[in-house]
C-alpha cells in the first residue's frame, strides 16, 4: 500500500440519521425496477409511500445506528444476459451478470452514498481525473478531456501514445481486508462508518437464477456487489492509489471506474526506444500495484494506439509496449469508451458507426410508419435519431475538413422520417 496518502482531515465517524422527506425523495427518483426478492413491486410502494415511509425510515436508521446491514439485505439474483444481440450463446464469456438486489437494501446504500459522498467532496478525496460516478462527471466528460488533449498535441505537432489497460473481473475480486484498511488510513472513515461497510461487505450472498432454474447461494468472500449503489464507488475509492502511481511517472491518464487510459505526448523526431522506456515502467508498476492488490490486468484485451499527423513520415521501428507475457503492437482503430478512436484522430468511423445507427432506426420506424400517429413518430424518431444530434457537429467537421462529398449526410437528413 506504499501509493496510499495517509488522511488528515475529519473523520467520517458515523453517519447522520436520515428523515422521511429524505426517504421520500429517494423512493420517488428510482425507476420502477423490482427485484424478485421484494414483497410488492416498486411502483406499488411508490403509491403507497405515505402509509410506509415511517416504517422505512426507521428501518434505514436503526441500520446506520446499529452499523448492521441485515443478512436479507445482503441477498442477490444475479441473471446472465448476453452482451451483445449476435454473440455465440454457448459462450460463457458473452454474458454479463445483472445482479438483482432488494429495494429496501439499495435505499440504504443511497443514503450512505449521500454521506459518504459529501464527505469525500468536502475532503477533496476524489481523484481529478476519475469521472465515475461523480456529479458533474460522465464518460463524455472523460471523453473530451482525452480527445481535447490529443487533439492539442496533434496541432502543436506532437505524437500521442495512448494505453488502455483492461482489468480482469475488477469489481468480483477486490480483497475486503485491503479495503477496510483503505478505507481508515486514506479516507477517513473510522468507528462506527467503518463497522457498518465491514457488515455491508462481509457475509453476503448470491444465486444465479435462469428462467425458473435457481443455483445453490454461494457466500462471496471478494468483490463489491454488483449492481449495487456503493459498489462502483468503492471501487474507485479502493483504485485510487494506482492514480498515485501513473503521476509518478509523469504520464498523462484518465479513468473511468475500473478503464484506465495513459497517454503521453511526444516529438515523433525522439527515438521510441526513449518513449516505450517510460510507459513501460510505468506499465510495469501499475501491474506490480494491482498485483499486490490482487487484481490484475487483461493482457489479451489492452490496447496501444499512436496518434500522429496524416501528413507525418512513417519511422521504420514498429513501436510495442509488453503487457504480462504479450507484447502490444499499435492498432489503428480502438474503441474507448464506446467511442471509435483512429490513428489520426478524424472521426471518421465513429461518424460512419453513428450513421448506420440512425439509418437502422430510420428503417425500423419507416416500417411501421403506417401503423402509427404522426406523434408517435415524431417520439420515436426524437429519442432514436435526433437524440444524436451532436453528430450533426461530427458531420459538419469531418465533411468539411476531408472534403469528402456530404452524400450519406445528405441522404440522413433528408429522410421523411425526420
Known sequence: MEADVTFNGECLSQFEPTNETEIRELILRVPNKSCSMDPLPTWILKRCVDVLLPIITAIVNKSLAESLVPPSFKQSCVTPLLKKTGLNKDSLLNYRPVSQLPFVSKLVERVVANRLSHHLAVNALHDTYQSAYRQHHSTESALLKVHNDIAVSLDSKFNVALILLDLSAAFDVIDHQILFQRLEKTFGVTLNALSWFKSYMTGR??????????????????????????????????????????????????????????????????????????????????????????????????????????????????????????????????????????????????????????????????????????????????????????????????????????????KLCSSPYI
Open 205 to 410: 450472498k448470491q444465486w444465479v437464477k435462469i428462467g425458473q432454474t435457481s443455483s445453490t447461494a454461494v457466500q462471496l468472500s471478494s468483490g463489491v456487489p454488483q449492481g449495487s449503489v456503493l459498489g462502483p464507488i468503492i471501487y474507485c475509492m479502493f483504485t485510487k492509489p494506482l492514480c498515485e502511481i501513473i503521476k509518478r511517472h509523469q504520464v498523462n491518464y484518465h479513468c473511468y471506474a475500473d478503464d484506465t487510459q495513459l497517454y503521453l505526448q511526444f516529438d515523433p523526431k525522439m527515438p521510441w526506444t526513449e518513449i516505450q522506456e517510460k510507459l513501460q515502467e510505468c506499465v510495469n508498476n501499475v501491474g506490480m500495484w494491482l498485483r499486490r492488490n490482487k487484481l490484475m490486468l487483461n493482457d489479451v484485451k489492452t490496447e496501444l494506439i499512436i496518434f500522429s499527423p496524416k501528413t507525418q513520415l512513417k519511422d521504420d521501428v514498429t513501436p510495442h509496449i509488453t503487457v504480462g507475457t504479450n507484447t502490444i503492437y499499435p492498432a489503428s482503430i480502438v474503441k474507448n469508451l464506446g467511442v471509435y478512436f483512429d490513428s489520426h484522430l478524424t472521426m471518421e468511423t465513429q461518424v460512419n458507426h453513428i450513421i448506420k445507427s440512425c439509418y437502422f432506426h430510420i428503417r425500423n420506424i419507416g416500417r411501421i410508419r403506417d401503423f402509427i400517429t404522426t406523434d408517435a413518430c415524431k417520439i420515436l424518431v426524437q429519442s432514436l435519431v435526433t437524440s444524436r444530434s451532436i453528430i450533426a457537429i461530427l458531420y459538419y467537421w469531418y465533411f468539411t475538413v476531408s472534403n469528402k462529398p456530404p452524400t450519406t449526410h445528405t
